[in-house]
């Protein structure tokens, strides 16, 4: 990118390129949804066609596509950050002022993300001359530090910016949803479906059973109080029920915000 031009302030100019950075990202991410969507029905496709294996692959794919999305999300909140609070951007003299005066209104943070983004989103080329448009003004060093040495660089971006072979766990849950929204055959949805019947099941005789020990107990209890004075109080059973619920639903409602967090978007 050419040197910028003296004739345009630096505030106006990156006001300029952080509004059409807004709007690039936007509106990749509706291509990135859709193109998603498309890729969820050609996995749906592939696991009613026997295929499980490339189904899986295809599902990867579809987990790094999702981090990438992510990513734009974020980049759309920086940029957005930065475009509120543009004029005070331009007041800031070099590096040394950004990190003292603007470490909690998220300024700092927010440009090192752009920065650090800008090599792994090269299809909004705002971005690139963001970074370029930085680097006039905090100098090369600068840049390098964040590129090289990924400093001041929000863990959550460089996160987003590396991605990883997902795991097994996370790549059979992705498709489990799948197949569950497209109504798909998935050998490990039945497995799934087999282990919380057996789950069921077991917990009714657990509970069968502490029912007729309960009742021996209570029945035993009855015999020796009416040869002593005193009788030892005992938890009553709807106490007991509700402790019993209350756990349950605790392992249960967090189970349930990790898929939602998760799969909201297959839902779609």
């Given at each position: ?12 100019k ?18 990135g949804?859709?193109t ?45 950050l ?5 004029q ?6 070099d ?10 209104d998220g ?7 752009i ?6 989103i ?5 971005i ?12 090369l060093?600068f840049?390098?530090?964040i590129?090289d ?38 050998n ?17 005789k657990?509970h ?5 020990l309960?009742?021996e ?5 009855s015999n ?7 009788v ?6 709807s ?14 409602d ?9 799969f ?5």
């Open positions: 990118m050419p040197r910028p031009s003296q004739n345009i302030p630096f505030p106006i990156m006001k300029t390129l952080l509004k059409m950075s807004i709007q690039r990202l936007r509106y990749a991410q509706e291509k949804e859709s998603a969507k498309q890729s969820r029905r050609d996995v749906a496709k592939l696991l009613k066609n026997g295929k499980e294996t490339k189904a899986l692959f295809k599902v990867e794919t579809l987990i790094n596509d999702d981090n990438h999305m992510e990513l734009l999300e974020i980049m759309e909140l920086y940029c957005e930065l475009h509120a609070r543009y005070l951007v331009g007041t800031i003299r590096e040394i002022d950004l990190i003292e005066n603007h470490m909690d300024i700092n943070e927010a440009i090192r993300a920065v650090f983004a800008s090599i792994h090269p299809e909004i080329k705002e690139q001359q963001l970074k370029e448009l930085f680097k006039f003004k905090f100098g060093d840049i390098k530090s590129v040495e990924k400093v001041g660089v929000p863990e959550r971006v460089i996160n987003k910016c590396c991605p990883k072979l997902p795991s097994e766990e996370l790549v059979e849950l992705y498709t489990i949803e799948i197949a569950r929204v497209y109504d798909a055959p998935y490990k949805m039945d497995e799934n479906k087999q282990d919380e019947v057996g789950t069921e099941e077991t917990g009714s657990e069968l059973k502490q029912d007729n309960q009742k107990t209570s029945n035993t209890g020796e109080a009416s040869n002593k004075e005193s030892t109080p005992k938890v009553s059973e106490l007991k029920r509700a402790i019993h619920t209350k756990e349950q639903k605790n392992t249960q967090l189970e349930l915000e990790d898929l939602k967090k998760r909201e978007a297959l839902r779609h």
